[in-house]
């Protein structure tokens, strides 16, 4: 198939169809459970495996040369374009029976992000961002995404999926100290709070510790939708790391200057 981000947009919506039928499948039905961390609870299901496997074979018959970085199984080809999926963002969500889950596609080339799609099967809800697009389509009826004006962290309402899920004790501590300057805090969220930030229901997320196939799908979403979403450091996310998304600039500057600078001695 000729590579042109029409294409990939429609392989992408295709992707997320097919897993949502399996997804939806599995969904509120007694799994067998396995933790792939010894030390930690990090679930994964014969749910996660199928939709990975699924979206792989697909990708491979359209686009065989591209690069897949998946969080349940990969395909590495030296090519400039790679897929990154994660096929049940929220899996603990998922196997609780809370709708919130969601399977994560992006297509980067040159380690530039261009393609985007948080799929939630449940709420039969998909977010779409790309070619300065941001949409969103529930129940067949697709809606320009746009994020809210709130550029005050004491008017801004905070969601995070769980702190005791950032990397580190310290990155911990800095959440907690904003989280006291927020109008409200929201814990649970998973990709889905991502996709409320860009459809203007929630002000900034802050998280710590995150994988690519968390978070690169977000980033055309919400930018396209008018938002920012960097590293605590200021970098792009392709990497993953400690991530702040935010409804604009002059809010995420003043969330970086509350956590991160130091007051002058």
């Not at 067998?32 to 495996?49: C, H, L, Q, R």
């Not at 040369?65 to 963002?89: F, M, Q, T």
């Not at 979403?221 to 400690?242: D, H, L, P």
Request: glycine letters at 6%; a positive charge; charged letters at 30%.
């Amino acid at each position: 198939m000729k590579e042109s981000i029409h294409n990939f947009a429609k392989i992408a919506n295709f992707i997320a169809d097919d897993a949502r039928k399996i997804s939806l499948n599995y969904f509120k039905k007694k799994l067998k459970v396995v933790s792939k961390d010894k030390k930690k609870f990090d679930p994964v299901t014969i749910a996660d495996i199928k939709v990975q496997r699924k979206i792989n074979e697909t990708i491979k018959k359209y686009f065989p040369k591209h690069s897949i970085l998946g969080e349940e199984a990969s395909v590495r080809n030296i090519s400039d374009y790679e897929w990154c999926i994660d096929p049940i963002d929220g899996t603990k969500s998922f196997v609780q029976g809370f709708p919130i889950w969601g399977t994560l596609i992006s297509l980067s080339r040159k380690k530039e992000i261009i393609l985007g799609i948080a799929d939630i099967p449940a709420l039969d809800e998909r977010y779409v961002g790309y070619s300065k697009l941001s949409y969103k389509i529930k129940n067949g009826t697709k809606t320009k995404l746009k994020v809210r004006n709130t550029n005050n962290i004491k008017e801004s309402t905070l969601n995070t999926t769980s702190p005791y899920l950032f990397a580190n004790k310290e990155d911990q501590k800095t959440f907690e100290k904003l989280a006291k300057e927020v109008k409200t805090v929201r814990l649970g969220g998973d990709c889905y709070s991502y996709c409320l930030l860009a459809d203007g229901h929630i002000d900034l997320i802050i998280e710590s510790g995150l994988k690519p196939w968390d978070i690169r799908a977000m980033e055309p979403i919400i930018i396209n939708a008018g938002g920012i979403i960097k590293t605590w450091e200021g970098n792009k996310i392709v990497n993953g790391g400690r991530i702040i998304a935010a409804t604009n600039d002059k809010l995420f500057n003043k969330v970086i200057n509350k956590m991160i600078k130091k007051k002058p001695s």
